[in-house]
């Protein structure tokens, strides 16, 4: 019986291998070996745990091997539903959770990084018999894809006869494609073909392995190799230009040379002066200079201020749902400011405030916290909010999931002197730091309810408790769903629902949404809209957060923006008359109004 193609380009048409599997029915076809031959070499790169996919499958044993060894995260494809539906039948009873797809391995469509591991044994030989134009496209999508669906760290294992052309294609696409590439030869494979076949072909398995792509920028001027910069950042380290990869990059540009290492002075390290810092540098920094620069070059340093580590430790803590976590003192802009930062994430600072004297009863001068200042920006739009829905000459109340060190409790409270505020938080550990470290004040206007939040927002439903103002200002303790304020299950919904049932008519939902991913950002925005009548959002500059304003309401964008425009001018006035801030620490209104947009 003649199976093979009358031109070499058939191998790439669906309708041949169709053809090609009928006339064979369940006889088994294997390319390049089965797993007692290829074992070795699979299994030193194929983990248990690991998602596979194996690309062009055909009738082949191997995932069947595969998954009677332990193997189970296996999901096969080929271009011939034929087969696909031979295989199903022959695995359902015995290995119902091996899985098998009619696919084209140029067009899958499976979400990117899906797989840590993607095993092609000769379905790159067959999609690539030679190096025309036509043929070379259709590999430019086949790698492509593989490249999207896999993920970092993962590894496309290819077992093939390596032709020259296929060499070439191999080596111009994968190592410049920031994948690390491997050859072994398997000679048991060859072996078992020599006896059986009496072939003498050679067989390979390549392995390239997936890592993060880096810049391919070309130097435009190679000879430049003598400026080097070093910046110590001290307190700065928390700094958006300092911890995320665009405010380096803004600090590179800015700096105007050609390379740049930022070195953090950690909270264990102390020096007795700056000359000792550079001693301890010295000799790292020379590994990361440029080949060639000359040993004679002095490598210079900068710092962002004089003293060596200016940070003081008031308390450190551990929190059974948060971790370990320190309350500190540092010095920053000529001014003092205590910081709570989680030692699980110690580069973002959780609560910030600054510092000022005060006399206590006795006379004694002692350090607290200033209510006037908001440190962090994104409480100053969700202020803006507050103000925007409540009559300041009125009792009214509203609530806040997320208490932190306090400090926009504190300063709403010291704002609106009828303001009744009740803030949710799950972790008792943060309310005693808060009172301790942070100054908070309880009274009859400002109450801590130690709960979950989700449970209390649904409690207070049940009782029909209405609320001016309904703020999420939460942090997510699971960093694998891409989102850092709020935890997902606070975006559900459900729990949506129940918030909008707890406003007022004229009541504001007022989020603090941070993610760097604007897919689960525009997500969580079309959920809201579900719910909500109205939405404002103001883009923080150079930050990550986004607060977006909730009506139950439906506002015209004009007449929304000018009362917004009204609530930060109240605002001001508020806090300048409660002696909260001066006029020149008073917020920006246009550039507030520039960053909101209404939908």
């Known amino acids: 019986m003649n199976l093979l193609p009358k031109t070499h380009e058939e191998f790439s048409h669906a309708d041949y291998w169709n053809t090609f599997f009928k006339k064979r029915g369940k006889k088994v076809f294997e390319w390049y070996g089965e797993y007692p031959e290829l074992c070795e070499i699979l299994l030193k790169y194929i983990k248990i745990k690991d998602d596979i996919l194996i690309v062009g499958c055909g009738n082949s044993t191997l995932s069947m091997s595969l998954y009677d060894v332990g193997y189970r995260n296996i999901i096969n494809i080929d271009i011939s539903h034929i087969v696909i539906k031979q295989m199903r039948d022959i695995n359902n009873s015995t290995r119902p959770n091996l899985v098998y797809e009619h696919m084209d391995a140029t067009k899958m469509t499976y979400p990117d990084e899906k797989f840590s591991v993607i095993l092609d044994k000769g379905t790159l030989d067959a999609l690539m018999p030679d190096a025309k134009e036509t043929t070379i496209s259709t590999i430019d999508k086949y790698f492509k894809e593989i490249t999207r669906v896999l993920r970092n760290g993962g590894r496309y294992i290819c077992i093939s006869l390596l032709q020259e052309h296929i060499l070439r294609k191999l080596l111009s696409y994968f190592p410049a494609s920031g994948f690390m590439f491997r050859i072994s030869r398997c000679h ?49 380290e928390m700094d958006w230009l300092f911890s995320t990869k665009e405010g380096r990059q803004q600090v590179l540009k800015s700096a105007k040379h050609d390379r740049l290492a930022i070195v953090t002075l950690r909270r264990e390290h102390k020096f007795e002066s700056w000359d000792a810092v550079k001693t301890e540098l010295q000799d790292c920094v020379r590994n990361l200079a440029p080949a060639g620069l000359s040993g004679k070059h002095d490598i210079p340093f900068l710092s962002l201020g004089s ?137 009859d206007r400002m109450k801590v309810e130690i709960a979950d939040g989700i449970r209390f927002i649904k409690d207070a439903a049940a009782c029909e408790k209405k609320y001016k103002a309904i703020l999420f200002d939460i942090d997510s303790k699971d960093t694998t769903v891409g989102m850092s304020c709020p935890p997902k299950q606070f975006l559900e919904l459900s729990i949506l629902k129940t918030v909008a049932a707890c406003l007022t008519e004229d009541g504001l939902f007022i989020l603090n949404l941070v993610s760097r991913d604007r897919n689960l950002k525009q997500r969580a925005k079309d959920e809201l809209n579900s719910i909500f009548q109205s939405l404002a959002c103001y883009t923080i500059q150079d930050e990550v957060n986004e607060i977006v304003m909730c009506s139950v309401e439906k506002h015209d964008s004009k007449e929304w923006r000018n009362k917004f425009k009204l609530a930060a001018m109240s605002l001001n006035n508020q806090a300048a008359a409660r002696k909260l801030f001066s006029f020149k620490e008073a917020f920006n209104i246009p550039t507030l109004l520039e960053s909101l947009s209404i939908s």
């Open 307 to 443: 003293d060596v580590g200016a940070r003081t430790t008031c308390y450190e803590g551990k929190s059974d749902i948060s971790g370990p976590f320190v309350v500190e003192e540092v010095e920053k802009d000529g001014h003092e400011f205590r910081r709570l930062v989680f030692l699980n994430n110690p580069y973002v600072i959780q609560s910030e405030a600054r510092l000022k004297e005060a006399k206590s009863r006795r006379g004694k001068t002692k350090k607290i916290t200033d209510p006037g200042l908001l440190a962090c920006e994104h409480h100053i739009h969700m202020s803006v909010g507050v103000s925007a829905v409540i009559d300041i000459k009125e009792e009214q109340e509203i609530m806040i999931i997320g208490l932190g060190g306090g400090a926009l409790c504190m300063f709403l409270h010291h704002c609106f002197p009828k303001l009744k505020i009740t803030a949710v938080e799950i972790d008792n550990a943060m309310l005693k730091m808060a009172t301790e470290y942070f100054n908070l004040i309880l009274d």
């Open 188 to 236: 048991e494979a060859e072996s078992k073909a020599r006896l059986e076949e009496g072939s003498l072909v050679p067989i390979f398995v390549i392995i390239a392995t997936k890592f993060i792509r880096l810049s391919q920028t070309v130097c435009c001027n190679e000879s430049s190799k003598i400026c080097h910069i070093v910046i110590l950042a001290l307190a700065g």
